[in-house]
């Protein structure tokens, strides 16, 4: 059975920085191309990040390019994603994706 379990959301003054993470489990995820993408209410899920099976190929989306980072560890079966320099507007619940499947998701606050 997929599992995908993001981790590291929370509340964050603007400028902050978080680290997410998703575990994954039930699929071999050193060979699948991973995701990150973000939803706020009342809007289509945005794609975020993507990062190839081997962390050569890297691809953001512009409203997050030179602030965010897509990493993976593919012994610990686990995507991160570095969020640097965020703001209000970044406030989504943050989820992780394999192509297929989808976590629960994490909540990221950006406010004073």
């Known amino acids: 059975q997929v599992r995908l379990v993001e981790s590291g959301g929370g509340l964050v003054q603007p400028g902050g920085s978080l680290r997410l993470s998703c575990a994954a489990s039930g699929f071999p995820f050193s060979r699948y191309v991973m995701n990150w993408y973000r939803q706020v209410p009342g809007k289509e899920r945005e794609f975020l990040a993507l990062i190839d099976k081997f962390s050569v190929v890297k691809t953001y989306a512009n409203s997050v390019k030179g602030r965010f980072t897509i990493s993976r560890d593919n012994a610990n079966n686990t995507l991160y994603l570095q969020m640097n320099g965020l703001q209000p507007e970044d406030t989504a619940v943050y989820y992780c994706?394999?192509?297929?499947?989808w976590g629960q998701g994490t909540q990221v606050t950006v406010s004073s």
């Open positions: 994706n394999n192509g297929g499947s």
